[in-house]
């Protein structure tokens, strides 16, 4: 049974630095790439950053320079460090894995972990 279980949202002034962190199980499949997407209210899910083998990390245009996201070298965990936060980063953060078992691919969610920045 897949599980992707976030933790460490919050409310944060600007300028404020936070942590997440997400649980990654997934037993039986391959774990080719993790992520963190995030979707404001009223607007639609974006990505924030992704981690692989492949690519590395990658980040969105709006938190380049600011967040960094990282993994074990067993992807059971991934995290996003979160500094210079700006009210527009308030979302609800969900993290994302790109799994594969038998040649199949599929994609988890978990449940979404919320961040808000107050000026």
């Known amino acids: 049974q897949v599980q992707l279980v976030e933790s460490g949202g919050g409310l944060v002034q600007v300028g404020g630095s936070l942590s997440l962190s997400c649980d990654v199980s997934?037993?039986?499949?391959?774990?080719?790439?993790l992520a963190w997407y995030r979707q404001a209210a009223g607007a639609q899910r974006e990505l924030v950053a992704h981690?692989?083998?492949?690519?590395?990390?990658i980040y969105s245009d709006s938190v380049k320079g600011r967040f960094t996201i990282s993994t074990e070298p067993d992807k059971s965990m991934v995290g996003l460090q979160m500094t210079r936060l700006r009210p527009e980063d308030t979302a609800l953060y969900y993290c994302?894995?790109?799994?594969?078992?038998?040649?199949?691919?599929?994609?988890?969610w978990g449940q979404g972990t919320q961040v808000t920045v107050s000026s």
């Open positions: 994302n894995a790109d799994l594969r078992r038998l040649g199949e691919p599929s994609t988890y």
């Open positions: 997934a037993p039986g499949f391959t774990i080719r790439a």
């Open positions: 981690i692989s083998d492949d690519a590395g990390a």
